[in-house]
Structures are given as structure tokens and as C-alpha cells.
């Protein structure tokens, strides 16, 4: 008899590959506990079961000590922010003083350098306060009512609503004749802005 050649199978390898879903069987064991767990916590039988008592009261206790932790960070935080702000507030108001302080001195030192002068405030109006390029001006007309030629020096104060003085300038006219006016402008030092107004401070002719 004849032997016949053993034959050959082939193996399909089309076919996908059986593999043991142990990572899937893990992940289902863990998620059958997690069930458990929380059916016991959510049972009405729960209270008889001192375990259970205890696991909810030690998560209850953490949740209870995250939420006033988190509530003691966030007041900390507002408080800090609410500090810093002030401060921030505080420094610039006084830096915003001491420019206006020394503003004023130097405009008063102008004034003060002229010998013989007479006050001449009356002889001076103002006109409305403009903002140019960040600056306050005003439209400054000097009248002369006497009879001989004269000049002038003005120190303009540039206030807020309140009268506080937030800046100051001088302003010169030279030789204006009797019976004549003339017009200059004051213009403010630094920036400015908010409602601003203008007062003559002083103001001398000699």
C-alpha cells in the first residue's frame, strides 16, 4: 500500500488572534468592587455594618477638611490680593502728591524771585481746561488796566473736582500795554486726566 504524504494544514492567518483579556477582566473585577463597595454604602442595610460606618465617616472627615482647606486658600488669597492692591493704591497716591507738592514749590519759587511785584490776580482770567496728548492746558487772558506797560507772571494750579492740586505751572508775559490784554497758555507738567480744573494761585505784575 501506498503511504500517503501527511498533509499540510494551513493555518488561516486572516483569522484575528485569541488573546486572554486579562487587562479586560482586571479592569471588570475592579469596577465589580468599586459596585459593591458603593451598594454597601448606599444599602439601608449600611448601618449595621460597622466597616461600612467607618469607611463613610474617614470620607465624609476628608471631604470635610479638602473643602476647608480649599475655602481657607481661596480667603488667603483674596485677602493677599486685597493688601496688594492697596498698597499699590497708596504708593501711587503719594507719588501723585509729592509731583503736585513739588509742582507748586517750584512755581511759587518763580514767583517769589520777582522783586517789586504787585498782586495782579484780578487782572487775569481763565478759559476751559483741555487735554492735549495726555496733558491739561488752559487758555490764560491777562488784562493790563493801567497806565503804563507792565509784566506779568501767573502761576495756573491744575486741581480736581475737590480743589486737590495735582499739578502747577507759570506762565510769563512780558511788556503788555496799558489798556491792552493779551492771551497765553498754561499747559500742565505731566499727564493728567480725570475732570480737571484751573485757579490762578497767584499772579504779579512788576
Known amino acids: 500500500m501506498d503511504r500517503q504524504p501527511p498533509r499540510v494544514t494551513q493555518q488561516d492567518t486572516t483569522a484575528p488572534a485569541v488573546r486572554r483579556p486579562r487587562a479586560a477582566l482586571a479592569a471588570v473585577l475592579v469596577a465589580g468592587l ?10 439601608s442595610d449600611a448601618s449595621t455594618n460597622p466597616a461600612v460606618q467607618s469607611g463613610l465617616s474617614a470620607a465624609a472627615s476628608a471631604a470635610s477638611a479638602a473643602a476647608s482647606a480649599a475655602a481657607s486658600a481661596l480667603a488667603s488669597g483674596a485677602a493677599g490680593v486685597s493688601s496688594g492692591l ?12 509729592s509731583a503736585a507738592a513739588s509742582a ?31 496733558r491739561a492746558q488752559v487758555q490764560v487772558t491777562i488784562a493790563n488796566h493801567t497806565a503804563q506797560s507792565n509784566r506779568y507772571v501767573v502761576q495756573v ?16 508775559l512780558s511788556d503788555l500795554g496799558a489798556g491792552q490784554s493779551a492771551q497765553v497758555t498754561a499747559r500742565s507738567n505731566r499727564d493728567l486726566s480725570g475732570t480737571v480744573k484751573a485757579v490762578v494761585a497767584a499772579a504779579l505784575r512788576y
Open 104 to 134: 507748586q514749590s517750584e512755581a511759587s519759587s518763580a514767583l517769589a524771585s520777582v522783586k517789586g511785584g504787585l498782586d495782579a490776580k484780578g487782572d487775569v482770567t481763565l478759559g476751559e481746561v483741555t487735554i492735549s496728548d495726555g
Open 157 to 172: 494750579n491744575f486741581t480736581d473736582p475737590s480743589g486737590n492740586v495735582l499739578d502747577a505751572t507759570v506762565v510769563n
Open 34 to 43: 468599586i459596585g459593591v463597595g458603593a451598594l454597601a454604602g448606599c444599602s
Open 86 to 97: 492697596a498698597s499699590a493704591g497708596s504708593a501711587a497716591a503719594s507719588a501723585l502728591a
